[in-house]
C-alpha cells in the first residue's frame, strides 16, 4: 500500500499514540505523539500532520536526512487472524513554522511551534 486508506485508515481513526522514528548521526531517535491529535489536525491519503512543540532533536536530524517512519497500532483493528493490527508508515518529513497549515496547528494547540509534515510513500501492515 502507498496511501492512508483501508485498513491504515482504519488504524489513524482508533491508534492511541503514534511512534515517529528519525535517523542521526547516533542513530535511529524515537518520539512520540496522540492519535487523538492526528485525528483534530485531519489527515489525507498521503499527508499527515502532527503538532509540534518540542522534537528539537527531530527537526535537527530531518535537516540531514528527511526519512522517516511512523508505527500507529490498535487492538481494535482487526488483524489477519486475531484482534489488532498496526502498520509502518514510511515516507518523509519536515517541520514547517510558517503558513496556512500551522496557522491551522497553533489554532487548534496553541503550545505548537510548529507543524511536524509527514509525506506518506509506502505502509505496511505488521499482523
Ligand atoms: C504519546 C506521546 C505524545 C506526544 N505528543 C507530542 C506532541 O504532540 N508534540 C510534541 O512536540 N511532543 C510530543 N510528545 C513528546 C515528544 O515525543 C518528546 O518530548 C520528544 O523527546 C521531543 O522531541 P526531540 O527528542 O526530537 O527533541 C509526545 C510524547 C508521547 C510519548
Known sequence: MNKIEGVARELCEASEFVAIVTSG??????????????RRMGYTEDTLVFPAGRYRKTEENLARNNRVQLLIASKKVMGTRTPGQGC????TAEIVHAGELVDAVKAKFPWARGALVVH????????
Open 25 to 38: 548521526d547516533d542513530g535511529p531517535h524515537v518520539v512520540g505523539n496522540w492519535g487523538e491529535y492526528l
Open 88 to 91: 509502518v508508515i514510511a515516507g
Open 120 to 127: 506518506v510513500e509506502n505502509v505496511q501492515t505488521q499482523l
